[in-house]
């Protein structure tokens, strides 16, 4: 029998160094071809199963008019303008309206090639459900080679059905799309003390969105914290890098090609102490804040809070609590996707914590198993539970009204479309919103409005039906065509 102190592989069988993974040298460590192999394919296989679940269920509720116009229609004209080698012009945003001026999010050029060759407003869904799912490789892979496959399959489950993830999946196209598998990339190099990378991952943050740049500096000053000295130079220099860019996107970018001005400084209360009054007295009342908060914390079962890893996701729950406007506080739309790769990778790196400081295999199993039931919960009665359900791949009622109608107006032509109905028509024509935007001053060819939808930015249901009223009695406009409470109106 083998001795415990015994350091030759050669003189142990090989079942047992299987069993006893102390027996074998770190040269063979090192070289086994099963350490390294079981995260990847782990990893990779994570990927391959939610980039499919991810694009059916877009490309499902695409046809299905599960999107609008704000945001999914903004975003299509500005891809198409870049592909053109134009300036982000959006007309559903209004007359001339520079995409830049409202979001510094340039990136999106990028996917500009790629609308070239397949226009379509599906091209954007499926490149964000592509990078969503890429933001799942280096998570589950630090989860595998650390704590074992059960773990990572488990934490693949956990990341792939949060709640964050899927309602950003659920609320059309957003420029955050990047930032996700950025992020995720960033903080797991952190955690495996690959400093430089960890801050070269961070440096391209800064043109996703203009606030970004705050998470740019607090990553760079927890790699300053983990790795000491050494990281001091570089870290600065990350850290000066995410402040210059906000600054430069937020006070001279976005005012210049804007209405002249930072619009979304208004949406903060006026002095800093009405801000912290509003801000104390709703989280303590139990406000939207206080359960987003909450949400955010239990799906780590709130290990998170053991790592400082967690302190990267600070300056997005900031500026969102802090905001006067409730639909940032809400755990809807998009605002939390970001915030997934921080908080699981900061849970990982707090199971790898009470690995060294030797709980028990079956406690770090427990807490990802629970934070897998959590994903699970939360998912049944979320956006994705659309999958399940048989009606969902039916043809939408809705959806084959305005094809029918919508044959009858010429490729090219402008048209004004209700929010739902618009990232259908924005390939192939020039769209704008109905009712008409105060900055809009396009006399569009055609309109063409659901009168069926609850969606009705900027208006109600009753307001559409008040504004496609007072449209007809104006004389411009005739109705030419009706379907299942689709209208179809022509300039005269």
Not at 440 to 450: A, C, G, K, L, M
Request: aromatic share 12%; with cysteine; proline share 5%.
């Amino acid at each position: 029998m083998a001795s415990s102190t015994v350091t030759d592989a050669g003189d142990v069988t090989g079942d047992e160094l299987d069993e006893q993974p102390h027996l074998r040298t770190k040269r063979e460590q090192l070289v086994d071809p099963r350490r390294w192999s079981a995260p990847w394919v782990v990893a990779f296989g994570a990927f391959a199963v939610l980039a499919v679940v991810y694009i059916v269920y877009a490309v499902r509720r695409f046809e299905r008019l599960g999107f609008t116009g704000w945001d999914l229609g903004i975003f299509t004209q500005a891809v198409s303008a870049y592909g053109r080698f134009e300036a982000p012009i959006v007309p559903l945003e209004g007359t001339d309206v520079n995409l830049l001026g409202d979001h510094f999010q340039p990136w999106i050029a990028l996917i500009g090639p790629i609308y070239r060759v397949f226009p379509s407003p599906i091209t954007l869904l499926v490149v964000q459900a592509l990078l969503f799912a890429v933001a799942a490789v280096p998570i589950v892979r630090l989860a595998t080679k650390n704590l074992g496959v059960v773990i990572g399959v488990l934490i693949a489950i956990a990341y792939g059905l949060s709640w964050g993830i899927a309602h950003a999946l659920a609320f059309d196209f957003h420029e955050i799309a990047l930032a996700v598998p950025l992020l995720a990339f960033s903080v797991v190099a952190l955690v495996e003390e690959r400093w430089r990378a960890a801050l070269l991952y961070a440096l391209p943050l800064v043109f996703c969105k203009e606030d970004l740049g705050l998470t740019v500096a607090v990553l760079a000053a927890v790699v300053a914290w983990r790795c000491g000295k050494p990281a001091y130079r570089w870290a600065a220099g990350t850290a000066v890098w995410g402040l210059a860019w906000t600054a430069f996107a937020a006070k001279v970018v976005i005012p210049a090609l804007g209405s002249g001005d930072y619009s979304y400084d208004t949406k903060f209360a006026e002095s800093p102490t009405d801000g912290a009054k509003e801000f104390v007295l709703g989280f303590a009342a139990g406000d939207a804040r206080a359960s987003t908060a909450f949400m955010l914390l239990v799906i780590t079962l709130f290990l998170a809070l053991r790592s400082p890893v967690a302190l990267i996701a600070i300056p997005t729950i900031a500026w969102r609590f802090w905001s006067t406007n409730h639909l940032y506080w809400s755990d809807d739309y998009h605002y939390d996707a970001i915030l997934m790769p921080i908080m699981f990778v900061a849970m990982i790196d707090a199971l790898m914590s009470l690995k060294r400081q030797g709980r028990s295999r079956r406690v770090i199993t427990g807490f990802a198993a629970g934070s897998a039931v959590v994903a699970l919960a939360l998912a049944a009665g979320g956006p994705l539970h659309r999958l399940a359900e048989r009606d969902f791949y039916d043809p939408a009622t809705a959806a084959q009204s305005v094809d029918l109608v919508a044959r009858q107006i010429p490729k090219g032509d402008s048209v004004a479309a209700t929010n739902n109905i618009a990232p259908k028509l924005v390939s192939d024509y020039d769209v704008t919103l109905f009712p008409r935007l105060s900055r809009d001053r396009s006399v569009p060819d055609w309109i063409i409005v659901d009168t069926n939808t609850y969606n009705m930015f900027p208006t109600s249901p009753d307001g559409v039906r008040k504004a496609l009223e007072q449209t007809e009695a104006g004389g411009q406009y005739r109705e030419v065509d009706s379907h299942d409470g689709v209208v179809l109106l022509r300039h005269r």
